[in-house]
């Protein structure tokens, strides 16, 4: 069944139903992390960027002709997808090359600093005001990325630190993508238009940085092949269709403060698969970010100080 309803109920709150399909999402967004260490062993950064989102629009436009999905009306889209599809192509050329220099845990935690992003955003441009607890959380959660960058035992080298900033600069990509799609006719879009736009105009723009990463093949096994695959066909496109689809129907800062969630699973998956040294600082952070991202998304009862 499709995704996607012509006449969309929108949500005022997040409800079960959003809190476990959030559960699913960001399991798999921090596994990510390590699907892309492994890929990376494999093959060039910026080609994994180009082919992850050329399989996944494939895939995706397929389902789209299968389902009868109308993608080439004009809706006032075209400009604001093409906006997304440049952030989002950045967002991950910037996490490819930036796990080259980190490890999957420190790199997960970067990137889910997205909900922080977010709720400054929420509060200027959608009118999704930011309480005192709200701020409390982000200062805490601020608190625990400091404390990754003050973690010398979990980095590997001096270059890691280069791609803990990769990895910040795409965690605030991803924040302005969500504000991007709340804010303009992307928000009445299908889940599966706003994706394609993404994949297909970060594919573009990042073919001609390919040669900027080095040779197209690294050291080539199958393991790194099916990372590859892995992300295109169940990360990308059928994960981010459902986000996307999340994201329409209910409130923005709300979804978004359950990817606390991610670095979890990020941190156990990079420590587990990877054998990536977990020192106390990497767990005390972690710690301060979910707690942060708790604080965020905890509700405000009626009468109830901000």
Sequence with gaps: MSVVSPTLDKRDAID???AGMMIVLTLTWGLNQVAIKIS???YNPVFLTVARSSIAAVLVFAWCRIRGIR???SDGTLWP???VGAMFGLEFILIFFGLDYTTAARGT???NTMPFWVLIGAHFLLGERMTGIKFGG???AFCGVVLVFSDELSLPDAAAVKGDLMLLAAGLLWGGTTLVIKRTSLADASAEKTLLYQLLVSAVVSVPLIPLAGPVLRDVTTLATASLLYQAV???AFTYVLWFWLMRRYPASGLSSFTFLSPVFGVLGGGLLLGEPLSWRIFAALTMIAAGLLLVNRPVRRG???
């Design 234 to 236: 169940f990360v990308v």
């Design 304 to 306: 109830q100080p901000g």
């Design 16 to 18: 079960a139903f959003a």
């Design 71 to 73: 993608l080439f009306e």
């Design 109 to 111: 935690l970067m990137v």
């Design 81 to 83: 997808g093409i906006i």
């Design 138 to 140: 982000l200062l805490l």
């Design 40 to 42: 990376n062993e494999g």
